[in-house]
């Protein structure tokens, strides 16, 4: 018979099940150090990408920044009052070339705006974008014709696609993944299944229910 000051055998129940449940919490900690370790080799191989440019309507799909985009035309067109050559007319969105033009003089103005605001001193930004950006800007929408629509909306004429046919002879020619058709082949590693599935990085760590 035990008494009080007794210690435990190593094959008591109680000091059993007390190793059973730390092994079980090394066993989640275990895991949860591989997927981060996972999480931060895929991070570092993306790092290694170079960044890929996209214009601003590929970046954006949605409404709201079409809106945004559309009250600064009005908004511009309402406050300069510009004669009706040098005015941006309704049907500007439907003109791909014209958006990327005045979403860029947008991203100008932002900027200029926001650097007077921040400026402990009246800034000079703001002329800056008068001079550089937004006058020039009204200048060519009449010289250059970069806006044809004056007398109702006309469509963006097509144009004849680049004849890849006359490029100089005897390029390389990469495969579909980018790599090198003439490189070895390298076998790809076997799954280690041992570190658990990778959750989802919005709701990894959340207890399940």
Known sequence: ???EDATPAPGDTDFTYLT???QHYLN???EAVADHE?????????EK???VPRDWITRHQGVQAWNELADWVDWLNANYSMPHARRVQECWPAHPGLVHVLAGLRSAWRASVLSDE???EQGNAMA?????HLFPFFQRLEDTKLFKCSNGHRADDEHAATDRDLFPEGLEVASEDGQDPDAPEIE?????ESSGAIEDDDTWGEDET
């Open 188 to 192: 790809p590693l076997p799954a280690d």
């Open 20 to 22: 059973e449940v730390e």
């Open 118 to 120: 921040q400026s402990k």
């Open 38 to 46: 996972v999480r931060l080799e895929r991070l570092e191989e993306k």
């Open 49 to 51: 990408e170079p960044p």
């Open 128 to 132: 800056a974008f008068h001079d550089y």
């Open 28 to 30: 989640e900690l275990g």
């Open 1 to 3: 018979m035990m008494t």
